[in-house]
T-cell receptor, first 111, second 112 residues
Framework: AQRVTQPEKLLSVFKGAPVELKCNYS??????LFWYVQYSRQRLQLLLR??SRESIKGFTADLNKGETSFHLKKPFAQEEDSAMYYC?????????????FGTGTKLQVIP | DAGVTQSPTHLIKTRGQQVTLRCSPK?????VSWYQQALGQGPQFIFQ???????QRGNFPDRFSGHQFPNYSSELNVNALLLGDSALYLC???????????FGPGTRLTVT
């Protein structure tokens, strides 16, 4: 079974403050983790993927297999970062993928 | 390319009825997945279609069924609707060889 937990429903930070959105996972195999973002009145879209190890819009996320975590971080929050963020895990069964999403965290950046 | 499109945008049905939702994938994509997103929840995987066959299924009852057509478009059918089926239904498409899913805008289903 694969499971993704996002403990915070809402995270409010001031503009310029650091941001950390938490994500923990459970998966028996080698996990592939993603962060998706949904801005107001827009579609759900991929933000970043752990394998890429890239920074997108100033966000980074490191996979910690020991702690089974994949927290999303940004050193200085911007107002345009306000959105819903979903952590997701891609697992495989029979050669086909299944993606499990967390319940999401709403990030509110206060001007 | 309009990306992933879904129809209808909104739908209101009565308990016990049946509903069909439609999805056209992004141009060039061959794999379609359906998700149910209840209010305040993350998307929950229903099933995935590739080569016109259901390849993966989440924890949804048999009342939820689907189909993929030769042009890769897909339908989600739900029979014997329950109040709890009220949700946003999302379609996502990708290439089978790729990890990146593109989501549609969703169909908002309300069951009364």
């Amino acid at each position: 079974a694969q499971r993704v937990t996002q403990p915070e429903k809402l995270l409010s930070v001031f503009k310029g403050a650091p941001v950390e959105l938490k994500c923990n996972y459970s998966y028996s195999g080698s996990p592939e983790l993603f962060w998706y973002v949904q801005y107001s009145r827009q579609r759900l879209q991929l933000l970043l993927r752990h394998i890429s190890r890239e920074s997108i819009k100033g966000f980074t996320a490191d996979l910690n297999k020991g702690e089974t975590s994949f927290h999303l971080k940004k050193p200085f929050a911007q107002e345009e970062d306000s959105a819903m963020y979903y952590c997701a895990l891609r697992g495989f069964s029979g050669g086909y993928q299944k993606v499990t999403f967390g319940t999401g965290t709403k990030l509110q950046v206060i001007p | 390319d309009a990306g992933v499109t879904q129809s209808p945008t909104h739908l209101i049905k009565t308990r016990g009825q049946q509903v069909t939702l439609r999805c056209s994938p992004k141009s060039g994509h061959d794999t379609v997945s359906w998700y149910q997103q209840a209010l305040g929840q993350g998307p929950q995987f229903i099933f995935q279609y590739y080569e016109e066959e259901e390849r993966q299924r989440g924890n949804f009852p048999d009342r939820f069924s689907g189909h993929q057509f030769p042009n890769y478009s897909s339908e989600l059918n739900v029979n014997a609707l329950l109040l709890g089926d009220s949700a946003l239904y999302l379609c996502a498409s990708r290439l089978q060889t790729s990890y990146e899913q593109y989501f549609g805008p969703g169909t908002r289903l309300t069951v009364t």
